[in-house]
C-alpha cells in the first residue's frame, strides 16, 4: 500500500469512528483469548507492566519476554509494541528481546523485518523549544522532562502541585511550534509530539504489511493515547481491551497489568510450544 493509500484509509477509519461516538461501557472481567490468526498490538506502561515513578524505573522480567515472544511465533510474527517510549527506549527495556514496535506515538516506526520509518525530521526544531521545559523541569522539584528527539514528554506524577503550570507551559511551546506539532495528554504527561502521527496510524501501517495484513488486530492499552488505536481497530473489526478503570472506547476490559499478564499466559498456553510444532512439522 502506497503512502497516499494508507493516508486515505486511516482519514477515512478516524471520520468512521469519531462518527460512531464513545462507549463508555466497555465489557468488564475480561477479554476474549485470541487465535493464532490474531494480530497482537501492545501498549508497554499501565498495560504490561505497572507504572512506576519515573519512566526509567520500570523493568521489564524474562518470564514476560518469554510470553511475548511464544505469543509473537504463534502468529506468525505479528505481535508489536505500541509506545509512547522512543523505540531505543523499548530496546533497552526489552532487550536482548526486539520486537516490531511504534515508538513516540507513531512517529517512529520498526516493521517487523526490521525496517524502520521515521516521521518527517522535525526533531531539530523540538530541540530548540526544549530548553523552555527543561529549564522549567529544573526549577519544580518533581517535573520531569523526557527528551525523546522527536517528541517531548512532561511529566508531572510527582509534582501535582506544577500541574496547571506544566499545561500552561507545554501548551505555551505546542503554540510556537505550529501545525507540525500537536499536544498529547497522558496519565500525568504531557507531550509535545509530530501532528499526524498517533497510536491509530501506527497500528494501521503495521497492518497494510507483512505478516499483519490479513490478520485480525487485537489492541490493549490503558491511557487516553490508546484511544486512537482502539477507535481504528474497532473499525476495522479486531478486538480492543482497556487496562483499568474510566471510559473508554474499547470493547473489553482488563484491570491492571497483572491481569494483562494473566491473560498474555492463557494466549501463550493455547498456542502450541515452539518445540511441539517444530517436531510436528
Ligand atoms: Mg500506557
Redesign the pocket.
Same mark, same amino acid.
Given at each position: 500500500m502506497t503512502e497516499a493509500a494508507i493516508q486515505a484509509t486511516i482519514g477515512a477509519m478516524k471520520a468512521a469512528a469519531q462518527a460512531e461516538g464513545t462507549n463508555a461501557g466497555a465489557a468488564a472481567g475480561g477479554a476474549p483469548i485470541p487465535g493464532a490468526h490474531a494480530a497482537v498490538f501492545l501498549?508497554?506502561?499501565?498495560?504490561l507492566i505497572h507504572f512506576a515513578d519515573r519512566p526509567d524505573a520500570v523493568h521489564i522480567d524474562a518470564a514476560l519476554c518469554e510470553l511475548l515472544e511464544r505469543i509473537r511465533e504463534s502468529t506468525g510474527g505479528a505481535l508489536a509494541l505500541i509506545? %509512547?517510549r522512543s523505540i531505543d527506549d523499548i530496546d533497552a527495556l526489552f532487550s536482548p528481546a526486539r520486537f516490531a514496535a511504534a515508538g513516540q506515538h507513531g512517529s517512529e516506526r520498526r516493521s517487523a523485518d526490521g525496517t524502520m520509518h521515521f516521521h518527517a525530521p522535525l526533531a531539530p526544531r523540538l530541540a530548540a523549544h526544549a530548553s523552555t521545559l527543561r529549564r522549567l523541569a529544573q526549577a519544580h522539584e518533581g517535573l520531569l522532562l523526557e527528551e525523546k528527539g522527536t517528541s517531548l514528554a512532561l511529566h508531572y506524577r510527582n509534582a501535582p502541585h506544577a500541574a496547571q503550570l506544566a499545561e500552561r507551559e507545554v501548551r505555551r511551546v505546542v503554540e510556537l511550534l505550529g501545525d507540525d506539532f500537536e499536544l498529547q495528554a497522558?496519565?500525568f504527561v504531557l507531550e509535545v509530539k509530530p501532528s499526524g502521527k498517533d497510536k491509530g496510524t501506527a497500528i494501521a501501517e503495521f497492518m497494510a504489511e507483512p505478516p499483519f495484513a490479513g490478520r485480525s488486530p487485537v489492541f490493549v %492499552?490503558?491511557?487516553l493515547?490508546?484511544e486512537l488505536g482502539f477507535d481504528l481497530v474497532n473499525r476495522i473489526g479486531g478486538e480492543t481491551v482497556k487496562v483499568g478503570t474510566g471510559p473508554t472506547r474499547a470493547r473489553w476490559r482488563l484491570g491492571n497489568a497483572d491481569d494483562v499478564r494473566r491473560w498474555l499466559a492463557d494466549f501463550a498456553a493455547r498456542a502450541p510450544a515452539p518445540d511441539a510444532r517444530r517436531q510436528s512439522t
Open positions: 501498549d508497554i506502561d499501565g498495560t509506545s %509512547g497522558g496519565k %492499552g490503558d491511557d493515547t490508546d
